[in-house]
């Protein structure tokens, strides 16, 4: 069964410094692709960046990059120049299987402080 | 945004009642997934639908039921609802070309 693990419940950042969250998976399926969302107190789900696991390179989406490593399954997120809007949960998610499996790690908190 | 809907938003039941929520999307996904959400568990999956009347459990899928008769509704039942049911639900559909999920507003659910 695939897993999904966020080591850190809970981070916390300077404004304008860089944060990295961590997020683990275990599977044996060679095709899948990650995610990772943020929930702020508004509770929606929104998300900040996606790679797909055949693509080596890594995702960067603004002050948003991922360090996608497939042979160690890890794939953290790195935000730089926090924000206090970068205040929220984060979870991580991975998807794939013939059915579409998708699973959520437990979310890692982040607190911005000014 | 996909624009997904969930009704009600928020509801207060007494235990032992039947609940039904109701997910709406407007993009023809085929995919649609029913979740929910409790602090130290992140979100947990359901129920998920893959084609119209096409529906398989989750990891927490006891005491829930689901439906789906056509492609835009997606409906989560509890037959007899538990304090334990106490929660958030998500409704959340996958895009078809980037394999997203794509949320909607969140129903809180509260069993007294």
């Known amino acids: 069964a695939q897993t999904v693990t966020q080591s850190q419940p809970e981070m916390s950042v300077q404004e304008a410094e860089t944060v990295t969250l961590s997020c683990t998976y275990d599977?044996?399926?060679?095709?899948?692709?990650l995610f990772w969302y943020k929930q702020p107190p508004s509770r929606q789900m929104i998300l900040v960046i996606r790679?797909?696991?055949?693509?080596?390179q890594n995702a960067t989406e603004n002050r948003f990059s991922v360090n996608f490593q497939k042979a160690a399954k890890s794939f953290s997120l790195k935000i730089s120049d926090s924000q206090l809007g970068d205040a929220a949960m984060y979870f991580c998610?991975?998807?794939?299987?013939?059915?579409?499996?998708?699973?959520f790690g437990k979310g890692t908190k982040l607190s911005v402080k000014p | 945004d996909a624009g997904i809907t969930q009704s009600p938003r928020h509801k207060v039941t007494e235990t032992g009642t039947p609940v039904t929520l109701r997910c709406h999307q407007t993009?023809?996904?085929?995919?649609m997934y029913w979740y929910r959400q409790d602090p130290g568990h992140g979100l947990r999956l359901i129920h998920y639908?893959?084609?119209?009347?096409?529906?398989d459990k989750g990891e927490v899928s006891d005491g829930y039921s689901v439906s789906r008769s056509k492609t835009e509704d997606f409906l989560l039942t509890l037959e007899s609802a538990t304090s334990s049911q106490t929660s958030v639900y998500f409704c959340a559909t996958r895009g078809t070309r980037t394999n997203e999920q794509f949320f909607g507003p969140g129903t809180r659910l509260t069993v007294l």
């Open positions: 639908s893959y084609g119209v009347k096409d529906t």
């Open positions: 790679q797909e696991a055949y693509k080596q």
């Open positions: 599977t044996s399926e060679s095709d899948y692709y």
């Open positions: 993009e023809n996904h085929r995919y």
């Open positions: 998610l991975w998807g794939g299987g013939s059915q579409g499996n998708l699973i």
